[in-house]
């Protein structure tokens, strides 16, 4: 099965700098992967999502990278804001298939 | 996006009685949905998945005769967990798949169990 894992477990930064938070997956036939915030006590939310006959996205200060060949994929976020503060979690899945989740990176940004 | 909707919220029960969680599809038909389940500072674990008007499909390790799911419906599955237990205390979160290609996946507002 799929297995997903996620570093760094915690990241603190400048408000201003840059953040990124890498993913690798085990299953070569994963064609879809998500990334969602979640807040303290509150549901996760879809911020952006990449398949895999994509390399890139970008939607303004958030965009994922894709490399298929090594089973890695990572979410770059710009110019961070307090508000960015937040666990993320990448995912994966194969079809439309269970989605399995990475462990999850506590992102705090410091004004 | 398409909105999930769960219900309740929260919830405090004793040891032993059971309770019960929907989650709704409110603006989509959802044939199938994910029951999650989420320890503090942990991720999020499928604990099953819900087919409409079929049995659901549990994950390794999750008793199937402990969390009952009824998927009745394109826009409902219940999950019950029966004769709840203090270490059964979690975040349970549901989610359907919804948007353009059917593979963005929406989740419900989740509901914080606490047995005593």
């Known amino acids: 099965g799929e297995n997903v894992e996620q570093h760094p477990s915690t990241l603190s930064v400048q408000e201003g700098d840059s953040a990124v938070i890498k993913c690798t997956y085990s299953d070569s036939a994963s064609n879809y992967f998500p990334w969602y915030k979640q807040e303290l006590g509150k549901r996760p939310q879809l911020i952006i999502d990449i398949r895999s006959n994509v390399g890139e996205k970008k939607d303004q200060r958030i965009a994922v990278t894709l490399n298929k060949t090594a089973k890695h994929f990572s979410l770059h976020i710009t110019e961070t804001q307090p508000e960015d503060s937040a666990v993320y979690f990448c995912a994966a899945t194969v079809g439309f298939q269970k989605l399995v989740f990475g462990t999850g990176t506590r992102l705090l940004v410091s004004p | 996006g398409a909105v999930v909707s769960q219900h309740p919220s929260w919830v405090i029960c004793k040891s032993g009685t059971s309770v019960k969680i929907e989650c709704r599809s409110l603006?989509?038909?959802?044939?199938?949905m994910f029951w999650y389940r989420q320890f503090p500072k942990q991720s999020l674990m499928l604990m099953a998945t819900?087919?409409?008007?079929?049995?659901?499909?549990?994950e390794q390790g999750v008793e199937k005769d402990k969390f009952l799911i009824n998927h009745a419906s394109l826009t409902l599955s219940t999950l019950t967990v029966t004769s709840a237990h203090p270490e059964d205390s979690s975040f349970y979160i549901c989610?359907?798949?919804?948007?353009?290609?059917?593979?963005?996946?929406?989740f419900g507002s989740g509901t914080q169990l606490s047995v005593l």
């Open positions: 989610s359907a798949r919804g948007g353009e290609k059917n593979e963005k996946l929406f």
């Open positions: 603006d989509f038909q959802a044939t199938t």
């Open positions: 819900s087919n409409e008007g079929s049995k659901a499909t549990y």
